[in-house]
């Protein structure tokens, strides 16, 4: 019951629309996340979420093979929205950010954003882990210049990439 209540809060908190000149860092970590978020059958704003990116920006995953050797893949904006746009509707998949460690230097930051993501229909976690982001500073405002994620396991929980 608590699960689904903190599941509806997180959904009412989802904005229709952001703007896309995201001045700081929070507004930017919370414009990405809004923006591969909804209801199962609700289109995501995929406009927003290229506004968000530098132009060459690389996204990608790492994650452990079944052999245990590390498995990485890398892809740009658009191969992320082609490769997942049917998937995240078809779910209904909502991404929170559960904590945030960031470090800036200049126009630059480095951003730890740990992640859970839920079935919207169903409020089941599927997967949890951290996302890695580099950003810089732009005339207009915080741009991502990279994102790679990793999901969480026995061995690499959430708390061990924040050094607990």
């Keep these: 019951m608590l699960r689904s209540a903190v599941f509806a809060a997180c959904l009412a908190a989802l904005p229709v629309s952001a703007v896309h000149a995201?001045?700081?860092?929070?507004?930017?970590?919370?414009?990405?996340?809004?923006?591969?978020?909804?209801?199962?059958?609700?289109?995501?704003?995929?406009?927003?979420?290229?506004s968000l990116f530098l132009e060459g920006a690389v996204m990608g995953f790492v994650a452990p093979g079944e052999e245990g050797e590390v498995r990485a893949r890398t892809f740009t904006v658009e191969g992320y929205i082609e490769n997942n746009a049917d998937r995240l509707v078809e779910v209904g998949f909502v991404?929170?950010?559960?904590?945030?460690?960031t470090w800036v230097y200049g126009e630059l930051a480095t951003v730890y954003s740990a992640y859970e993501g839920l079935r919207s229909d169903t409020g089941e976690t599927i997967v949890s882990g951290i996302n890695v982001l580099t950003l810089l500073e732009t005339d207009e405002g915080w741009k991502i210049a990279s994102i790679l994620w990793r999901p969480a396991d026995a061995e690499w929980p959430v708390e061990r990439g924040f050094g607990e």
């Design 22 to 50: 995201q001045e700081t860092i929070d507004e930017t970590m919370e414009a990405l996340y809004a923006s591969i978020s909804g209801p199962v059958g609700a289109p995501r704003d995929f406009d927003m979420l290229r």
């Design 95 to 101: 991404e929170t950010e559960t904590r945030r460690q």
